[in-house]
């Protein structure tokens, strides 16, 4: 029998880059809103949305938004490049879990992944006056001097379980743009498709188009 594990498959031609996504995630892991001064120019996104072309000129151009999660890898880098085992791969379904008393900030991990989405707190997290009582009890609140990431919202799982888990991403966007479930039965679809797949880490957040540049622009 296979063990489950978790992760999403971001279908491309449906994402519109509206950043519900964004905004689902700060509220739901207590992420300060841009500005928040967090890092240098603000508060970090744990999902980051990059706009791609396919270098056509009007009318071949085709835009797509490209949503950037961790990748939560079955053979994560940055695992084996902590020192301190503040990364691990967890036995929750695969997923790569943070511990922010253990890291120390040497940002080795950052180094470490190939898919730049790790992000490093320079200053404590300030929200706007007024948002303080915004936050929620189930996440904790990421210090200066660690580094944060999406954990696809693994608190989640312990509130509600298997059967109802999903992430706070998949939950809000209002295209469907976003799967969570058992990657193992996303990954069957024809048009799916990972980042860097020369880098062999078989990550469990996938892509799906039906647009052929989409797909060779998986190499980044």
Request: hydrophobic share 35%; with cysteine.
């Amino acid at each position: 029998m296979s063990v489950l594990k978790w992760g999403m498959v971001i279908d491309l031609d449906r994402c519109t880059g509206c950043g519900v996504c964004q905004v689902a995630c700060r509220l739901e892991n207590n992420i300060p809103p841009a500005g928040g001064a967090v890092s240098g120019a603000g508060a970090p996104d744990w999902i980051t949305l990059e706009r791609r072309d396919n270098g056509r000129s009007f009318p071949e151009s085709d835009d797509l938004y490209l949503p950037k999660p961790c990748m939560h890898c079955e053979n994560p880098p940055c695992v084996t490049a902590c020192p301190v085992g503040a990364t691990q791969k967890s036995g929750q379904g695969g997923i790569v879990s943070q511990e922010y008393a253990r890291c120390i900030g040497c940002r080795l991990c950052l180094a470490a992944c190939p898919y730049g989405v790790r992000r490093f707190t320079r200053t404590d997290p300030v929200w706007p006056r007024g948002m303080e009582g915004t936050l929620t009890p189930f996440a904790s609140v990421r210090p200066k001097g660690v580094v944060e990431k999406c954990t696809l919202c693994a608190h989640r799982l312990a509130m509600y379980g298997p059967a109802a888990y999903t992430t706070a991403c998949a939950e809000a966007c209002p295209t469907g743009a976003i799967v969570f479930g058992d990657v193992e039965k996303l990954r069957k679809g024809a048009a799916v498709f990972e980042l860097l797949p020369e880098k062999k880490t078989e990550p469990q957040v996938l892509y799906a188009s039906r647009r052929d540049w989409a797909r060779q622009g998986s190499d980044e």
